[in-house]
């Protein structure tokens, strides 16, 4: 279960049925309802989080080219 905040009750619920999505902007997001009430949730995921322990300290921020140029 993940916690997030329920804008309904102003205060902080379970997540129910989550699941996770990707914005437009690359960034993911966790996307349930309210256990409560039943007011869909929505929070979004830290750059690292608990998915990979260990996997988000690479170096590689920048995504790697999809076709390097051969001259
Ligand atoms: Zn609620």
């Known amino acids: 279960m993940t916690e997030a905040f329920c804008v309904k009750e102003k ?3 379970e997540m129910n ?3 996770e999505v990707q ?3 690359g960034r993911r997001a966790l996307q ?3 256990v409560s009430c039943g007011t869909k949730m929505f ?3 830290a750059k690292a989080n608990q998915a990979g ?3 988000f300290n ?3 921020q920048n995504e790697p080219l999809v076709a390097p140029q051969t001259n």
Request: hydrophobic share 40%; with cysteine.
């Open 11 to 13: 205060a902080k619920r």
């Open 17 to 19: 049925g989550e699941i």
């Open 23 to 25: 914005m437009k902007n």
């Open 32 to 34: 349930g309802t309210c």
């Open 43 to 45: 929070r979004i995921l």
């Open 53 to 55: 322990p260990l996997a």
């Open 58 to 60: 690479s170096p590689l």
